[in-house]
């Protein structure tokens, strides 16, 4: 069974904090990975792509781990607007589906 | 900027009855796809349509569900004889080729009675 696991949270952070969340894949074979950010009742909305080497996107740093099928995301200084649940999704290859984990909810707060 | 749309964005039928959710995607993408979302539980894949077909289906998609492109520009996600844990979010969403990423709608919130 194609899973994609993540502590449920909540992260609940000040504002200007630093806050991580991890994912774990469970098919190797894995291609493409992805951070999606939902907030409540709307639809899932790409925030960043990632990529083998790491990447980063202004406060978002997003990291791969193939040998242990693990996926990060860092958000720095924290803001009010990034309290969402955020998606950890794996695309096993190209055309095919997306998998989505059941999210991790951060709340920022002043 | 060009998006997915869909409606009706809240659907409310009687269990047994048959409904069928709207989605334009952009207009220049190839692959569609309905995904859903019961209340409180992870996004779900259901089918991915491309080049008129069915390409993939998960194993909730059964016979119960059907999809369409009739007219070039719509594509429907059809639910005969609906259940009560049919209620949940269905997203549609698009993609202009297999290595972009997918666009989301803001979905229809389906609620069997």
């Known amino acids: 069974r194609k899973e994609v696991e993540q502590d449920p949270g909540p992260f609940n952070v000040p504002e200007g904090a630093t806050v991580a969340f991890n994912c774990t894949y469970s098919n190797s074979a894995s291609q493409s990975f992805f951070w999606y950010r939902q907030d409540c009742r709307k639809e899932p909305k790409l925030l960043m792509s990632v990529y083998s080497s790491g990447n980063e996107d202004g406060r978002f740093t997003a990291q791969l781990n193939r040998a242990s099928q693990y996926i990060s995301l860092l958000i720095r200084d924290s803001k009010l607007s990034d309290s969402a649940t955020y998606l950890c999704v794996v695309k096993e290859g190209a055309g095919t589906a997306l998998i989505f984990g059941k999210g991790t909810t951060l709340s920022v707060s002043s | 900027e060009p998006e997915v749309t869909q409606t009706p964005s809240h659907q409310v039928t009687q269990m047994g009855q048959e409904v069928i959710l709207r989605c334009v995607p952009i207009s220049n993408h190839l692959y569609f796809y309905w995904y859903r979302q019961i209340l409180g539980q992870k996004v779900e894949f259901l089918v991915s349509f491309y080049n008129n077909e069915i390409s993939e289906k998960s194993e909730i998609f059964d016979d119960q569900f059907s999809v369409e492109r009739p007219d070039g520009s719509n594509f429907t996600l059809k639910i005969r004889s609906t259940k009560l844990e049919d209620s949940a979010m269905y997203f549609c969403?698009?993609?202009?080729?297999?290595?972009?990423?997918?666009?989301f709608g803001d979905g229809t919130r389906l609620s069997i009675l």
């Open positions: 969403a698009s993609r202009p080729s297999a290595n972009q990423p997918q666009h």
